[in-house]
């Protein structure tokens, strides 16, 4: 098992920056892959990015792409996103979520791959 701490959410103005942190416990954090989500009230959860276990391969949302960054430092057992020029449109409560069992590229960007997650940290984006 593994559990997620996020932190890093706040309050920014629309074309600021901010960084997302999702600490793990344990010692086998780079057994796995980690995805963030995100969900605005009233919507559902959607796919933000997704990182391997090596961190080689990243995957993004296709509203993110070129504006945010997943990387991962297993020696701190800690995944971070780099949220670059943000718009009130990125306003949501951003969760980290984990898991090792197999996966299809199609299959990381939904929720339902993943067992483990965060409590959640919120980001909001004032115009």
């Known amino acids: 098992q593994v559990q997620l701490v996020e932190s890093g959410g706040g309050l920014v103005q629309a074309g600021g920056s901010l960084r997302l942190s999702c600490a793990a416990s344990g010692r086998t954090f780079s057994s796995y892959y980690i995805g963030w989500f995100r969900q605005a009230p009233g919507k559902e959860r959607e796919f933000v990015a997704a990182?391997?276990?090596?961190?080689?391969?990243?995957y993004y949302s296709d509203s993110v792409k070129g504006r945010f960054a997943i990387s991962r430092d297993n020696a701190k057992n800690t995944v971070y996103l780099q949220m670059n020029s943000l718009t009130p449109g990125d306003t949501a409560l951003y969760y980290c979520a984990a898991d090792a069992k197999p996966y299809t590229t199609a299959t990381m960007k939904t929720p339902f791959q993943y067992d483990y997650w965060g409590q959640g940290t919120q980001v909001t984006v004032s115009s």
């Open positions: 990182i391997t276990r090596s961190g080689l391969v990243t």
